[in-house]
């Protein structure tokens, strides 16, 4: 089952600029984490934010929560080449030991 | 030099065969879990394990078999029942809450 759904599928901008992508569940969360996956690659965890907080920061990474809403953003700020990637949102309920990920954004950088 | 090791990168099969995908990881971590990626789409969860001798079907666990006889080792065999077997394969484990992923081993079935 899916529970994230992000968007958009896929995202092209101009290198220096911000990109944000989004990221929407259907039930209570533990936790929302997001990742990053180079073609071919496995993924690297970038974040985790906790359901009872809004806002965090990693570097040139924020990522905002708002379980009202059931909804998550990440933004990278001031983009790179190598930021190109495909990311995702995963998420976990509470008592459950598995993370449930979404389809991704496959973001583009262009130099 | 601590991580997961998933071989090979690249395997090739015969319709109708077994064939075993192999995952290592020396974190001690206690759970392992292995995903599905298909082309273009996010991860998909065939099975995991959370302590040594016990694991539990994920969302797409029908065609596939595990064993968790080490806590270091979590092998993944895609049966001849399988239907649709060629796709990309992670493996990851986690600590508490993030999980940390192997490189994948993508599977071609001809």
């Known amino acids: 089952s899916q529970q994230g759904e992000e968007d958009p599928q896929a995202l092209s901008i101009q290198e220096g600029e911000n990109a944000t992508m989004n990221c929407s569940y259907k039930?209570?969360?533990?936790?929302l984490q997001w990742y990053r996956q180079n073609s071919g690659r496995g993924l690297v965890h970038l974040i985790l934010?906790?359901?009872?907080?809004r806002e965090k920061h990693s570097g040139r990474l924020r990522v905002t929560l708002d379980t009202s809403k059931k909804s998550s953003s990440l933004l990278i700020t001031a983009s790179r080449a190598a930021d190109t990637a495909s990311y995702f949102c995963?998420?976990?309920?509470?008592?459950?030991?598995?993370?449930?990920f979404g389809q991704g954004t496959r973001l583009t950088i262009n130099p | 030099d601590g991580g997961i090791t998933q071989s090979p990168k690249y395997l090739f099969r015969k319709e109708g065969q077994n064939v075993t995908l192999s995952c290592e990881q020396n974190?001690?971590?206690?759970?392992m879990y292995w995903y599905r990626q298909d082309p273009g789409q996010g991860l998909r969860l065939i099975y995991y394990?959370?302590?040594?001798?016990?694991?539990q079907k994920g969302d797409i666990a029908e065609g596939y078999s595990v064993s968790r006889e080490k806590k270091e080792s979590f092998p993944l065999t895609v049966t001849s029942a399988q239907k649709n077997p060629t796709a990309f394969y992670l493996c990851?484990?986690?600590?508490?809450?993030?999980?940390?992923f192997g490189p994948g081993t993508r599977l071609t079935v001809t």
């Open positions: 934010i906790r359901s009872n907080e």
């Open positions: 974190l001690n971590h206690d759970a």
């Open positions: 990851a484990s986690s600590g508490r809450y993030e999980q940390y």
């Open positions: 039930t209570s969360i533990n936790n």
């Open positions: 394990s959370q302590i040594v001798n016990d694991f």
């Open positions: 995963a998420t976990d309920t509470l008592g459950a030991q598995k993370l449930v």
